[in-house]
């Protein structure tokens, strides 16, 4: 496995580190300016925060290096990566050559190392290259370039795998390949980190949202249907309780919870230990999932397959599109447009009714049809990928 030595992020989950403590990890330097930063900030927090947060990093990002590199600022880590990459192909006879993304510009990476060692490739598309969130460069230069890179990475790459069917539609029209040469493997979860994991009643109708909060992800529309719940039923503010877990960045939250007058409602957690979110999932009596208009509707965020582990009713705020269809595939809750405020006090206020009743509760079974999504069935299907391709080079 190879990667960048740490960066400065926004979180830092270190026990994450015990799922692969027994694989060979390959660390190596970059001129990305995160990693810089990094560099001459050594002593750093010991533990996640939610105050861990670099405004200077997300200006330079958005307003000068969108301007130099494309598709991203990792692209300035791709040396390092061919040059330790090739070393290992040379000593340690390897197979075959996968990739992994975001961030975009690994596959010039792979790219890079199929061209100089001929092994085969794989290219794996955790999100779209082309989403309307990657597709907001600066100029049509830059779009030119971000739409010429993608097309070489998809011609070059033996293999394409991508986390959803609109994606390898989009990538197939892109690379002239047929079918035979697409994949589709959604994210998954594992049922170890839900095992042991007891839910706990509250005194309070609690929902909660994990993930982060950023310009994307923005939770205005979601409190502003709150608040519209909350007049409509001004007893529910004692009896209700919101949690946001996940880091903060890009967007004044508190002063978005002061609009609304939510301050006695809104918990804002911050980032916590995936076990700890896995816990307080388990707890919640409703689970919020926010996905932008502004991602595209092909997005598949990985946490919405732990949503669906954790067995708790869903109030979803996704465009029309994968994550939608997946709710309401396996019934687990309810959807609502990004922008409606409206419809998030309807479901809002629904839900507290059923909570009252006591129920409040799925139509199905927990594990119901969403079996292949458990981590060692994809294992198993990536396993048979990876088999294929090195019998066919």
Request: aromatic share 8%; with cysteine; charged share 25%.
């Amino acid at each position: 496995m190879l990667t960048v030595k740490d960066v400065l992020y926004h979180a830092r989950d270190a026990s994450l580190l015990e799922e692969v403590k027994d694989r060979t990890i390959i660390r190596t330097e970059s001129f990305d300016p995160q990693r810089l930063v990094r560099r001459w900030r050594r002593k750093m927090d010991a533990e996640p925060s939610r105050e861990r947060r670099f405004p200077f990093l997300e200006i330079l990002n958005r307003s000068f290096l969108s301007w130099l590199l494309v598709p991203d600022s990792k692209i300035l880590w791709v040396p390092y990566a061919l040059r330790e990459a090739r070393r290992w192909v040379d000593s340690q006879g390897i197979d075959v050559v996968f990739t992994t993304s975001p961030p975009q510009s690994v596959h010039l990476a792979g790219l890079g190392l199929k061209r100089r060692t001929g092994l085969p490739w794989i290219a794996d598309f955790r999100d779209n290259w082309r989403t309307k969130q990657y597709e907001r460069t600066p100029t049509p230069i830059h779009k030119w370039i971000n739409d010429r890179q993608v097309g070489r990475v998809v011609r070059a790459a033996d293999r394409i795998i991508t986390v959803s069917a609109p994606i390898t539609e989009d990538l197939m029209g892109r690379s002239g390949k047929s079918e035979m040469y697409f994949s589709t493997l959604p994210n998954g979860y594992d049922p170890a980190d839900f095992a042991g994991v007891q839910p706990h009643s509250q005194a309070r109708f609690t929902m909660t949202y994990c993930g982060a909060l950023d310009p994307v992800r923005n939770p205005d529309v979601f409190l502003r249907g709150v608040e519209l719940a909350l007049r409509d039923r001004p007893e529910l503010r004692h009896k209700l309780r919101i949690q946001l877990v996940g880091s903060v960045y890009g967007i004044d939250l508190d002063g978005m919870i002061r609009r609304y007058n939510l301050d006695d409602v809104v918990q804002v957690v911050g980032y916590v230990y995936h076990k700890r979110c896995i816990e307080m999932m388990m707890d919640s009596d409703l689970l919020l999932l926010m996905v932008s208009e502004k991602t595209g509707s092909d997005l598949v965020t990985g946490k919405i397959f732990e949503y669906l582990a954790a067995g708790k009713p869903i109030l979803a705020l996704v465009p029309g599109g994968e994550a939608e269809k997946l709710i309401l595939k396996y019934a687990r809750g309810s959807v609502v447009p990004p922008d409606d405020a409206a419809g998030v006090a309807a479901q809002v206020l629904r839900a507290f009714t059923l909570w009252e009743r006591g129920d409040l509760k799925l139509s199905i079974p927990r594990w119901k049809g969403i079996q292949q999504y458990e981590r060692r069935v994809q294992t198993e299907t990536l396993a048979g990928i990876l088999d294929d391709v090195v019998s066919s080079s």
